[in-house]
Antibody
């Protein structure tokens, strides 16, 4: 079955970097995009960006540009997201999610996140 | 960037009642790029609806989606005890840039 298993919780001091990994299994890793989303305590979902697992091309949300780097290692079916210069407001649960492209017919596709990792809690505190 | 506004913020209903959740986009969007998710406490979100109205595999038919243009709706025809949760709408924009609505909490009255 399809699974995304994320690395464990992290505690970081302000200004440090944090790297979260997401190991995929149960499907062909390079056939999909992996997306990253975070959720601050008690808040909504915030999109961080995606990586095309076939060719490594990435796209990041504007507010994370310059601080986030997404990579993948196809030999171990794992994607990673590194956030640098972390601040207290980066404290959140970080999720990876697989993007599925659903064919609707007539040449039209729909996109959605059909599988999610369990989440990785990143706490930033001095 | 498209902004998604969900309403109400909280919906207090009893099991068996009908729930109607709204998601309004700041400008017209393509129906195929609107999805809905359910999130229970301590869990990752779960995909319910994609392409405005298509149920994801395994999702019960009491969940339905509709809408077009700027106004979209998630309806739960008869609430079951396990349906109480927070619901988010999501839009895929150009270059797969994603935005989420702020969420609607459906709580037991």
């Amino acid at each position: 079955q399809v699974q995304l298993v994320q690395s464990g919780a992290e505690v970081k001091k302000p200004g440090a970097s944090v790297k979260v990994s997401c190991k995929a299994s149960g499907y062909t890793f390079t056939d999909y995009y992996l997306q990253w989303v975070r959720q601050a305590p008690g808040q909504g979902l915030e999109w961080i960006g995606w990586i095309n697992c076939k060719n490594g091309i990435t796209k990041y949300a504007q507010r994370f540009q310059g601080r986030v780097t997404m990579t993948r290692d196809t030999s171990i079916n794992t994607a990673s997201m590194e956030l640098t210069r972390v601040r207290s407001d980066d404290t959140a649960m970080y999720y990876c999610a697989r993007e599925e492209d659903f064919y609707l017919g007539g040449g039209t596709f729909s996109f959605a996140f059909d599988r999610w990792g369990q989440g990785t809690l990143v706490t930033v505190s001095s | 960037e498209i902004v998604l506004t969900q309403s109400p913020g909280t919906l207090s209903l009893s099991p068996g009642e009908r729930a109607t959740l709204s998601c309004r986009a700041s400008q017209g969007i393509i129906n195929s790029y609107l999805a809905w998710y359910q999130q229970k406490p301590g869990q990752a979100p779960r995909l319910l609806i994609y392409g405005t109205s298509r149920r994801a595999p395994g999702i019960p038919d009491r969940f339905s989606g509709s809408g077009s243009g700027t106004d979209f709706t998630l309806t739960i025809s008869r609430l079951e005890p396990e349906d109480f949760a927070v619901f988010f709408c999501q839009h895929f924009g150009s270059s797969r840039a994603v935005t989420f609505g702020g969420g609607t909490k459906v709580e037991i009255k």
